[in-house]
Protein backbone atom coordinates (compact mmCIF):
# COMPACT_ATOMS: atom_id res chain seq x y z
CA UNK A 1 0.00 0.00 0.00
CA UNK A 2 1.67 3.19 -1.10
CA UNK A 3 1.69 6.38 1.34
CA UNK A 4 -0.35 9.80 -0.23
CA UNK A 5 2.16 11.59 -2.04
CA UNK A 6 2.77 15.08 -1.39
CA UNK A 7 0.35 15.99 -4.11
CA UNK A 8 -1.77 14.34 -2.63
CA UNK A 9 -1.87 17.22 0.20
CA UNK A 10 -1.57 20.05 -1.93
CA UNK A 11 -2.99 23.29 0.18
CA UNK A 12 -3.43 21.38 3.25
CA UNK A 13 -2.83 22.77 6.53
CA UNK A 14 0.18 20.55 8.28
CA UNK A 15 -1.39 19.49 11.67
CA UNK A 16 -0.57 20.84 14.86
CA UNK A 17 -0.70 17.53 17.04
CA UNK A 18 -1.27 17.95 21.51
CA UNK A 19 -2.12 15.40 23.87
CA UNK A 20 -2.75 18.13 26.43
CA UNK A 21 0.71 18.42 27.62
CA UNK A 22 2.95 18.74 24.83
CA UNK A 23 2.27 20.17 21.14
CA UNK A 24 3.52 19.30 18.38
CA UNK A 25 3.99 22.14 15.28
CA UNK A 26 5.66 23.06 12.25
CA UNK A 27 8.93 24.68 12.99
CA UNK A 28 9.39 28.29 12.41
CA UNK A 29 11.83 30.97 11.80
CA UNK A 30 11.75 31.96 15.79
CA UNK A 31 12.52 28.87 15.98
CA UNK A 32 16.05 29.02 15.42
CA UNK A 33 17.95 30.32 18.59
CA UNK A 34 16.67 27.43 20.86
CA UNK A 35 17.64 24.68 18.21
CA UNK A 36 20.78 26.36 18.00
CA UNK A 37 21.35 26.13 21.43
CA UNK A 38 20.07 22.31 22.03
CA UNK A 39 22.25 21.10 19.70
CA UNK A 40 25.19 22.47 22.03
CA UNK A 41 24.14 19.87 24.67
CA UNK A 42 26.43 16.81 24.87
CA UNK A 43 23.95 14.08 24.31
CA UNK A 44 22.43 15.33 21.27
CA UNK A 45 25.80 15.54 19.61
CA UNK A 46 26.70 12.55 20.96
CA UNK A 47 23.43 10.55 20.13
CA UNK A 48 22.39 12.27 16.72
CA UNK A 49 23.62 12.87 13.06
CA UNK A 50 23.53 16.58 13.60
CA UNK A 51 26.63 18.83 12.35
CA UNK A 52 29.29 19.78 15.15
CA UNK A 53 29.97 22.65 15.68
CA UNK A 54 26.33 23.92 15.07
CA UNK A 55 25.57 27.30 14.54
CA UNK A 56 22.27 29.42 14.15
CA UNK A 57 22.59 29.68 10.23
CA UNK A 58 22.74 25.79 10.57
CA UNK A 59 19.25 25.99 12.76
CA UNK A 60 17.80 28.31 10.11
CA UNK A 61 18.94 26.22 6.78
CA UNK A 62 17.02 23.43 8.32
CA UNK A 63 14.10 25.68 9.51
CA UNK A 64 13.92 26.46 6.16
CA UNK A 65 13.87 22.78 4.72
CA UNK A 66 11.18 22.11 7.39
CA UNK A 67 9.03 24.51 7.73
CA UNK A 68 5.47 24.79 7.01
CA UNK A 69 4.73 24.75 3.01
CA UNK A 70 3.63 22.10 0.27
CA UNK A 71 7.29 20.46 0.86
CA UNK A 72 6.18 19.44 4.33
CA UNK A 73 4.35 16.40 3.47
CA UNK A 74 7.19 15.11 2.01
CA UNK A 75 8.80 14.96 5.51
CA UNK A 76 6.71 15.64 8.23
CA UNK A 77 8.72 17.12 10.81
CA UNK A 78 7.08 18.84 14.08
CA UNK A 79 8.69 20.96 16.73
CA UNK A 80 8.01 20.04 20.33
CA UNK A 81 6.72 22.46 22.54
CA UNK A 82 4.68 22.92 25.90
CA UNK A 83 2.50 25.23 27.46
CA UNK A 84 4.82 27.74 26.98
CA UNK A 85 4.97 27.67 23.11
CA UNK A 86 8.85 27.81 23.18
CA UNK A 87 10.99 25.30 20.59
CA UNK A 88 11.93 22.12 22.80
CA UNK A 89 12.53 19.38 20.43
CA UNK A 90 11.94 17.85 16.78
CA UNK A 91 10.48 14.71 15.53
CA UNK A 92 10.34 13.89 11.64
CA UNK A 93 8.62 10.73 9.47
CA UNK A 94 11.45 9.78 6.38
CA UNK A 95 8.79 8.22 4.02
CA UNK A 96 9.84 5.96 2.20
CA UNK A 97 6.55 5.81 -0.46
CA UNK A 98 5.46 2.27 -0.20
CA UNK A 99 4.03 2.58 3.24
CA UNK A 100 6.92 2.80 5.59
CA UNK A 101 8.84 5.42 7.37
CA UNK A 102 11.62 6.09 9.89
CA UNK A 103 10.96 8.33 12.29
CA UNK A 104 14.06 10.42 14.39
CA UNK A 105 13.16 12.70 17.24
CA UNK A 106 15.35 14.91 19.85
CA UNK A 107 14.15 16.53 23.13
CA UNK A 108 16.28 19.76 24.14
CA UNK A 109 17.48 19.95 27.69
CA UNK A 110 14.88 22.67 29.65
CA UNK A 111 12.09 20.28 28.18
CA UNK A 112 13.00 16.33 29.40
CA UNK A 113 10.68 14.83 31.92
CA UNK A 114 6.99 14.25 32.27
CA UNK A 115 7.75 11.54 29.29
CA UNK A 116 7.76 14.49 27.24
CA UNK A 117 9.97 12.46 24.28
CA UNK A 118 7.43 9.57 24.64
CA UNK A 119 4.25 11.74 24.07
CA UNK A 120 5.74 13.61 21.47
CA UNK A 121 6.63 10.46 19.09
CA UNK A 122 3.16 8.55 20.22
CA UNK A 123 1.14 11.57 18.81
CA UNK A 124 3.41 11.45 15.68
CA UNK A 125 3.17 7.94 14.66
CA UNK A 126 -0.50 7.99 15.69
CA UNK A 127 -0.96 10.55 13.46
CA UNK A 128 1.06 8.85 11.21
CA UNK A 129 -1.01 5.23 10.58
CA UNK A 130 -4.44 7.37 10.37
CA UNK A 131 -3.23 10.32 8.19
CA UNK A 132 -0.88 8.46 5.90
CA UNK A 133 -1.85 4.88 6.29
CA UNK A 134 1.43 3.79 7.01
CA UNK A 135 1.93 0.33 7.63
CA UNK A 136 5.25 0.10 9.50
CA UNK A 137 7.55 2.87 11.20
CA UNK A 138 10.96 2.01 12.03
CA UNK A 139 13.21 3.12 14.37
CA UNK A 140 17.15 3.43 14.53
CA UNK A 141 19.81 4.35 17.40
CA UNK A 142 23.30 4.21 17.62
CA UNK A 143 23.70 0.93 19.85
CA UNK A 144 23.79 2.19 24.17
CA UNK A 145 21.51 5.32 23.82
CA UNK A 146 19.17 3.47 26.30
CA UNK A 147 17.11 6.64 26.85
CA UNK A 148 16.04 6.49 23.30
CA UNK A 149 15.26 2.68 23.67
CA UNK A 150 12.99 3.17 26.43
CA UNK A 151 11.05 5.59 24.66
CA UNK A 152 10.70 3.91 22.26
CA UNK A 153 9.41 0.24 24.06
CA UNK A 154 7.30 2.66 25.87
CA UNK A 155 5.64 4.01 22.49
CA UNK A 156 5.33 -0.13 21.78
CA UNK A 157 7.81 -0.25 19.06
CA UNK A 158 9.32 -4.02 18.88
CA UNK A 159 13.36 -3.64 19.22
CA UNK A 160 15.06 -6.49 17.43
CA UNK A 161 17.39 -8.33 19.60
CA UNK A 162 20.37 -8.94 17.17
CA UNK A 163 22.58 -5.60 16.50
CA UNK A 164 22.26 -4.41 13.21
CA UNK A 165 26.24 -4.34 12.96
CA UNK A 166 27.70 -1.17 11.57
CA UNK A 167 24.01 -0.50 10.66
CA UNK A 168 24.32 3.75 11.52
CA UNK A 169 26.36 6.25 9.69
CA UNK A 170 27.81 9.46 12.20
CA UNK A 171 29.48 12.00 10.31
CA UNK A 172 31.61 9.55 8.46
CA UNK A 173 31.92 6.94 10.91
CA UNK A 174 29.91 3.75 11.43
CA UNK A 175 28.38 2.75 14.63
CA UNK A 176 26.72 -0.97 15.80
CA UNK A 177 23.18 0.02 15.37
CA UNK A 178 19.60 -0.76 16.96
CA UNK A 179 16.54 -1.42 15.13
CA UNK A 180 12.74 -1.42 16.06
CA UNK A 181 9.71 -1.60 14.03
CA UNK A 182 6.18 0.12 14.45
CA UNK A 183 2.72 -1.28 13.34
CA UNK A 184 -0.46 0.19 14.22
CA UNK A 185 -1.49 -2.30 16.34
CA UNK A 186 1.32 -2.05 18.08
CA UNK A 187 0.76 1.46 19.27
CA UNK A 188 -3.06 0.89 20.18
CA UNK A 189 -2.22 -2.24 22.03
CA UNK A 190 0.12 -0.05 24.35
CA UNK A 191 -1.67 2.92 24.41
CA UNK A 192 -4.87 0.85 25.29
CA UNK A 193 -3.21 -1.00 28.48
CA UNK A 194 -2.42 3.38 29.18
CA UNK A 195 -5.75 4.23 28.98
CA UNK A 196 -8.84 1.69 28.21
CA UNK A 197 -12.05 3.57 26.92
CA UNK A 198 -15.39 2.44 29.14
CA UNK A 199 -17.48 5.45 27.94
CA UNK A 200 -21.03 6.22 26.54
CA UNK A 201 -21.53 4.99 22.87
CA UNK A 202 -21.84 7.76 19.56
CA UNK A 203 -24.95 8.58 17.36
CA UNK A 204 -24.34 7.06 14.12
CA UNK A 205 -23.26 10.31 12.77
CA UNK A 206 -20.52 10.41 14.86
CA UNK A 207 -19.45 6.95 14.12
CA UNK A 208 -19.36 7.85 10.40
CA UNK A 209 -17.23 10.91 11.54
CA UNK A 210 -14.96 8.90 13.65
CA UNK A 211 -14.39 6.54 10.92
CA UNK A 212 -13.46 9.34 9.00
CA UNK A 213 -11.00 10.55 11.44
CA UNK A 214 -9.25 7.15 11.89
CA UNK A 215 -9.21 7.55 7.82
CA UNK A 216 -6.77 10.54 8.42
CA UNK A 217 -9.30 13.05 6.58
CA UNK A 218 -9.78 16.70 7.09
CA UNK A 219 -12.89 18.53 8.46
CA UNK A 220 -13.07 19.40 4.79
CA UNK A 221 -13.46 16.45 3.27
CA UNK A 222 -15.37 15.26 5.87
CA UNK A 223 -17.18 17.95 5.21
CA UNK A 224 -17.85 16.97 1.18
CA UNK A 225 -18.01 13.22 1.70
CA UNK A 226 -21.00 13.45 4.29
CA UNK A 227 -22.68 16.20 2.53
CA UNK A 228 -22.80 18.59 5.62
CA UNK A 229 -20.86 21.94 7.09
CA UNK A 230 -17.66 22.10 8.36
CA UNK A 231 -19.00 23.57 10.97
CA UNK A 232 -21.32 20.73 11.94
CA UNK A 233 -18.20 18.46 11.33
CA UNK A 234 -16.44 20.52 13.85
CA UNK A 235 -19.18 20.43 16.40
CA UNK A 236 -19.90 16.27 15.84
CA UNK A 237 -16.04 16.11 16.36
CA UNK A 238 -16.20 18.15 20.21
CA UNK A 239 -18.57 15.81 21.15
CA UNK A 240 -16.65 12.80 20.29
CA UNK A 241 -13.55 14.14 21.59
CA UNK A 242 -16.65 15.03 24.73
CA UNK A 243 -17.60 11.43 25.02
CA UNK A 244 -14.21 9.46 24.65
CA UNK A 245 -12.79 11.44 26.53
CA UNK A 246 -9.98 12.25 24.50
CA UNK A 247 -7.48 15.63 24.24
CA UNK A 248 -6.92 15.19 20.39
CA UNK A 249 -8.07 13.50 16.93
CA UNK A 250 -5.49 11.36 17.30
CA UNK A 251 -6.15 10.27 20.87
CA UNK A 252 -10.37 9.94 19.72
CA UNK A 253 -9.14 7.48 17.08
CA UNK A 254 -6.92 5.20 19.17
CA UNK A 255 -9.77 5.45 22.07
CA UNK A 256 -12.24 4.47 19.40
CA UNK A 257 -10.09 1.95 18.22
CA UNK A 258 -9.84 0.20 21.51
CA UNK A 259 -13.55 0.44 22.15
CA UNK A 260 -14.46 -1.29 18.77
CA UNK A 261 -15.87 2.06 17.67
CA UNK A 262 -13.73 2.12 14.15
CA UNK A 263 -10.75 0.41 12.89
CA UNK A 264 -7.24 2.03 11.29
CA UNK A 265 -8.28 -0.90 8.22
Not at 6 to 21: H, K, M
Not at 97 to 105: Q, T
Not at 115 to 132: D, E, I, K, P
Request: net charge neutral; hydrophobic share 40%.
Amino acid sequence: MATPSPEAWRGETPPVLSDGIVILRPPTPADAPGIAEACQDPDIIRWTTIPTPYSLDDAHAWIAAHEAGEHWWATPTWAVTGSDARWGGTVDLRLDGVGGAEVGYLVAPWLRGNQVATRSLRLACGWAFMALRLEVIRWYARAGNDTSRTVATKVGFRVHRDVLRLGLVQRGERFDAWVGDLLPSDLVEVTARRSPFTGPSLTPREREVLDRLAAGQSNRAISQSLGISENTVKNHVRKILEKLQATSRVDAVIKGVNGGLTSLN
